[in-house]
């Protein structure tokens, strides 16, 4: 079994930072994408940025410029910098990652969700 465990979420003022962290643990090869998506009431879930294992990110465009992934392959974790932040960042926000994992000598791809964290900008 895989979980992502994410933490950093909470309340900030508009035009404040939050860091997201999301770690991964149990049977892993391997990672390959990861990335973090997020939720606002009564809305779709949207991918707000992705990072390859060579390092190669991918952003919404309602983010460029604001936010910054990253990740420690070491550590399994994926990290999501959050600056300027606007009251429609709202949501919860919500890592994924697609693992390797190995089983009878084969490797299989599975995405794994974490169970989300909660980011609230005031106005």
């Known amino acids: 079994q895989v979980q992502l465990v994410e933490s950093g979420g909470g309340l900030v003022q508009a035009g404040g930072s939050l860091r997201l962290s999301c770690a991964a643990s149990g049977s892993i090869f391997s990672i390959n994408a990861m990335g973090w998506y997020r939720q606002a009431p009564g809305k779709q879930r949207e991918l707000v940025a992705a990072?390859?294992?060579?390092?190669?990110?991918n952003y919404a465009d309602s983010v460029k410029g604001r936010f910054t992934i990253s990740r420690d392959n070491a550590k399994n974790t994926v990290y999501l910098q959050m600056n300027s932040l606007k009251p429609e960042d709202t949501a919860v926000y919500y890592c994924s990652a697609h693992v390797n994992v190995e089983h009878i000598a084969r490797k299989y791809e599975y995405e794994y969700w974490g169970q989300g964290t909660q980011v609230t900008v005031s106005s």
């Open positions: 990072i390859t294992s060579g390092g190669t990110t």
